[in-house]
T-cell receptor, first 116, second 112 residues
Framework: EPEVTQTPSHQVTQMGQEVILRCVPI?????FYWYRQILGQKVEFLVS????????KSEIFDDQFSVERPDGSNFTLKIRSTKLEDSAMYFC??????????????FGPGTRLTVT | DQQVKQNSPSLSVQEGRISILNCDYT??????FLWYKKYPAEGPTFLIS?????DKNEDGRFTVFLNKSAKHLSLHIVPSQPGDSAVYFC???????????FGSGTRLLVRP
């Protein structure tokens, strides 16, 4: 069964450093998302991406964050200058079709980001 | 942001019995609801969904009920199995957005 994959599973970085989290969405999916879950809190939406551009972003997704689909398979989340409060599980998700046909989003296993 | 609420942080049921997990929402513009299951150190796994034009959707042991007037949905698992023990999240989408708004989760323990 196709699945979303994410690398690395765990990333430790120092405050102020740049990190790139990588995701390979399900191959025939068109919409891509990043969510995060801070320990003990809800899963929160960060950004959605369609047709090579951001379609929606949350207030969390400030100028320190960016997303990219550098090739036909990868989808990345970059944090330019990490802060302690960026420590969280980051989940990538993808969905197949446009609204009105399939809303289900399929999640990867997550990357645990620890900022020290 | 309390648009989606799961008021029971945990639930314990006996194997073979019914598990009922509840979820409330406040935004009347939500038109699609989903349930996800999550094991520790894994991502959420899609279980079942329901559109706001329906009041029930069934898939094997899992049934989701939607009461739009009460802004309430529930997930029924019958019969419950020990392997169902996990955290269950309800999520909603709509209001011209694709993003999922998650509840805080309910930890289900199914006792053998």
């Amino acid at each position: 069964e196709p699945e979303v994959t994410q690398t690395p599973s765990h990333q430790v970085t120092q405050m102020g450093q740049e990190v790139i989290l990588r995701c390979v969405p399900i191959s025939n999916h068109l919409y891509f998302y990043w969510y995060r879950q801070i320990l003990g809190q809800k899963v929160e939406f960060l950004v959605s991406f369609y047709n090579n551009e951001i379609s929606e972003k949350s207030e969390i997704f400030d100028d320190q964050f960016s997303v990219e689909r550098p090739d036909g398979s990868n989808f990345t989340l970059k944090i330019r200058s990490t802060k302690l409060e960026d420590s969280a599980m980051y989940f990538c998700a993808s969905s197949a079709l446009s609204r009105g046909t399939s809303y289900e989003q399929y999640f990867g296993p997550g990357t645990r980001l620890t900022v020290t | 942001d309390q648009q989606v609420k799961q008021n029971s942080p945990s639930l314990s049921v006996q194997e073979g019995r019914i598990s009922i997990l509840n979820c409330d929402y406040t935004n009347s513009m939500f038109d699609y609801f989903l349930w996800y299951k999550k094991y520790p150190a894994e991502g959420p796994t899609f279980l079942i969904s329901i559109s706001s034009i329906k009041d029930k959707n069934e898939d094997g042991r899992f049934t989701v009920f939607l009461n739009k007037s009460a802004k309430h949905l529930s997930l029924h698992i019958v019969p419950s199995q020990p392997g169902d023990s996990a955290v269950y999240f309800c999520a909603a989408t709509g209001d011209s957005s694709y993003k999922l708004i998650f509840g805080s989760g309910t930890r289900l323990l199914v006792r053998p």
